[in-house]
T-cell receptor, first 111, second 114 residues
Framework: NAGVTQTPKFQVLKTGQSMTLQCAQD?????MYWYRQDPGMGLRLIYY???????DKGEVPNGYNVSRLNKREFSLRLESAAPSQTSVYFC??????????FGPGTRLTVT | AQSVTQLDSQVPVFEEAPVELRCNYS??????LFWYVQYPNQGLQLLLK??????LVESINGFEAEFNKSQTSFHLRKPSVHISDTAEYFC????????????FGSGTQLTVLP
């Protein structure tokens, strides 16, 4: 039981490049989330998926897109990276009694 | 709108001393609260939660938190800290919308000194 896995762990992009962050969970959870973490700001919700086939915007969705490929996988795409998207990105999934399980994170630097 | 305020960004404390990490919330609906811990270069792990029932909740590693509705607080305490408790601690409030997402405070860095 691996929990929530994320790839890659680290990534450096140039401004304007695109990339996809991958997330998978093996706990059969319906709900999944993408957050970004910036110093002194806690975690902020980018997008979430309440169930397979549905996605919706969170607090800071601009510049991102998501895909809920199936119940296990929820990917986050940056179409044209900007320096303001330099951050640590966390994927999470949620149990029925609202506990969220987090992946190890992806550290992204945009130059 | 819901919000979470963690009053201290940094808390240094000596080993075996007690510690309190403060958290206040604002919410107009039912309140579900969580504390998460983040060790360096890792994801967040659930420490404890309050959903209903007893207002005092405990974790397996000696932390406890008390839900205080009148003071809108959910402070985290430990009577005697260890070096291994050094980490960042986040208080979070469960949202009432369809997403049921967490609203996080800005975090408190607990540093335990030898």
């Amino acid at each position: 039981n691996a929990g929530v896995t994320q790839t890659p762990k680290f990534q450096v992009l140039k401004t304007g490049q695109s990339m996809t962050l991958q997330c998978a969970q093996d706990m059969n959870h319906n709900s999944m989330y993408w957050y970004r973490q910036d110093p002194g700001m806690g975690l902020r919700l980018i997008y979430y998926s309440a169930s397979e086939g549905t996605t919706d915007k969170g607090e800071v969705p601009n510049g991102y897109n998501v895909s809920r490929l199936n119940k296990r996988e929820f990917s986050l795409r940056l179409e044209s990276a900007a320096p303001s998207q330099t951050s640590v990105y966390f994927c999470a999934s949620r149990t029925r009694d609202y506990e969220q399980y987090f992946g190890p994170g992806t550290r992204l630097t945009v130059t | 709108a819901q919000s979470v305020t963690q009053l201290d960004s940094q808390v240094p404390v000596f080993e075996e001393a007690p510690v309190e990490l403060r958290c206040n919330y604002s919410s107009s609906v039912s309140v579900y609260l969580f504390w998460y811990v983040q060790y360096p270069n890792q994801g967040l792990q659930l420490l404890l939660k309050y959903l209903s029932g007893s207002t005092l909740v405990e974790s397996i590693n000696g932390f406890e938190a008390e839900f205080n509705k009148s003071q809108t607080s959910f402070h985290l305490r430990k009577p005697s800290v260890h070096i291994s408790d050094t980490a960042e601690y986040f208080c979070a409030l469960l949202g009432s919308g369809s997403a049921r997402q967490l609203t996080f405070g800005s975090g408190t860095q607990l540093t335990v000194l030898p």
